[in-house]
């Protein structure tokens, strides 16, 4: 496997090695000691999540306050536009956020800790997304941050329609919201 560290914070790009012939490919998804050792400490998920959207089906960016969750995502069939956004108040890329293509194809995974809103955009017909979190769903504790807003300048893929939640589009602007330390 090869880990990229990228220029916000602690993100990690996540390249398996994969093994493939004329009958498919093989490759290990997942290795907590691997893991923990590119992370540079123990890390340890409590819950896994599937979603399967249609193109133009833009998730997030989503976060919560007081149960803060890292994340290990990829994608299994498709391709999605994915974006992590430092939300820590004393973090040196406050503000900034990262974006990257994660494919079926291409099999990576981003690490996004906790203190990050998250949300990516589908940029194929279909995609379906895997991510484990480092603590449990608590509805209570979720947030969201506005997708197009103009002070964060995420620079998404085109998409000739847009499809969100209602919740997505009622999101905070970045200027208010709740952060974390």
């Not at 090695?17 to 997942?30: A, L, N, T, W």
């Not at 893991?35 to 819950?47: K, L, S, T």
């Not at 009622?170 to 974390?180: G, I, N, Q, V």
């Amino acid at each position: 496997m090869k880990v990229t560290p990228l220029d916000i914070g602690d993100i990690l790009l996540i390249e398996p090695s994969v093994y493939g012939d004329d009958r498919g490919f093989f490759f290990e998804s997942f290795h907590q000691a691997r893991f923990n050792a590119a992370a540079g400490r123990e890390i340890a998920f409590v819950q896994d999540n599937h979603s399967k959207s249609a193109k133009g089906v833009l998730r997030g960016l989503h976060y919560q306050i007081n149960h803060p969750q890292g994340k290990l995502v990829r994608v299994v069939e498709g391709e999605v536009f994915d974006v992590a956004v430092d939300m820590r108040r004393s973090s040196s890329t406050f503000g900034k956020w990262i974006g990257e293509i994660l494919s079926a194809d291409n099999k990576r995974q981003l690490w996004i800790p906790p203190g990050f809103a998250h949300g990516f955009l589908v940029l194929s017909e279909t995609a379906q997304f895997l991510y484990k979190t480092t603590d449990f769903y608590a509805p209570e504790s979720e947030r969201a941050v506005l997708w197009n807003d103009a002070v964060l300048n995420i620079r998404w893929p085109t998409a000739s329609k847009l499809v969100l939640s209602p919740k997505d589009a009622a999101a905070s602007p970045f200027e208010a919201a709740e952060l974390f330390d």
